[in-house]
T-cell receptor, first 117, second 117 residues
Framework: GAVVSQHPSRVICKSGTSVKIECRSL??????MFWYRQFPKQSLMLMAT?????????EQGVEKDKFLINHASLTLSTLTVTSAHPEDSSFYIC?????????????FGSGTRLTVV | AQKVTQAQTEISVVEKEDVTLDCVYE???????LFWYKQPPSGELVFLIR??????QNEISGRYSWNFQKSTSSFNFTITASQVVDSAVYFC??????????????FGQGTILTVHP
């Protein structure tokens, strides 16, 4: 079945530094990837939708200059948290889907737990 | 706008009890998909079921069953003879098929299920 690999699973970084999270579709071409953020004991909130080869579409309230999303290939999307601060500490999870499979399935990565100290 | 409500924040049961997790949704779309996901402590999202808006047949998969009632906009999930391994957070989600929200998943707040031995 479809597999999405997300790395790293955990990262601790210092305030002010940038962190890159990768989301790879291993056995299918993901034309669309979604990035979510989840605070402890809360739901998943969609941050942005990324389509291969085009700019990401950000949800209202999400700073696009802070959360840089790149979807340069059909198998890789990256989320870079720039100048991270403690309030950016959260669980980030990606999901990927294939055009035409939008009517069926999404596959989620295993998530990245970011801690900014 | 889409909305998914899981009114039960936390449920605690003893092993072998049956438990029902409620999900109520709002959408203006005539075509949509509903999902249930399980999120164990490790964080990854485990897909449980997908149901499209035109299929109101209830479904049973082992100890899991789902009741889709379009008239009340509900998609409830029942675990029969619960087990400790069922302890997790369960999310109900709605996929929009229309307009600018096409393809996006809207998650409910999640229900924390704890099954005690």
């Amino acid at each position: 079945g479809a597999v999405v690999s997300q790395h790293p699973s955990r990262v601790i970084c210092k305030s002010g530094t940038s962190v890159k999270i990768e989301c790879r579709s291993l056995d299918f071409q993901a034309t669309t990837m979604f990035w979510y953020r989840q605070f402890p004991k809360q739901s998943l909130m969609l941050m942005a939708t990324s389509n291969e080869g085009s700019k990401a579409t950000y949800e209202q309230g999400v700073e696009k200059d802070k959360f840089l999303i790149n979807h340069a290939s059909l198998t890789l999307s990256t989320l870079t948290v720039t100048s991270a601060h403690p309030e950016d500490s959260s669980f980030y999870i990606c999901s990927a889907t294939l055009a035409g499979a939008m009517l069926t399935g999404y596959t989620f990565g295993s998530g990245t737990r970011l801690t900014v100290v | 706008a889409q909305k998914v409500t899981q009114a039960q924040t936390e449920i605690s049961v003893v092993e072998k009890e049956d438990v029902t997790l409620d999900c109520v949704y709002e959408t203006r779309d005539t075509t949509y998909y509903l999902f249930w996901y399980k999120q164990p402590p490790s964080g990854e999202l485990v897909f449980l079921i997908r149901r499209n808006s035109f299929d109101e047949q209830n479904e049973i998969s082992g100890r899991y069953s789902w009741n889709f009632q379009k008239s009340t906009s509900s998609f409830n999930f029942t675990i029969t003879a619960s087990q400790v391994v069922d302890s997790a957070v369960y999310f109900c989600a709605l996929r929009s098929m229309g307009g600018t929200s096409y393809g996006k998943l809207t998650f409910g707040q999640g229900t924390i299920l704890t099954v005690h031995p």
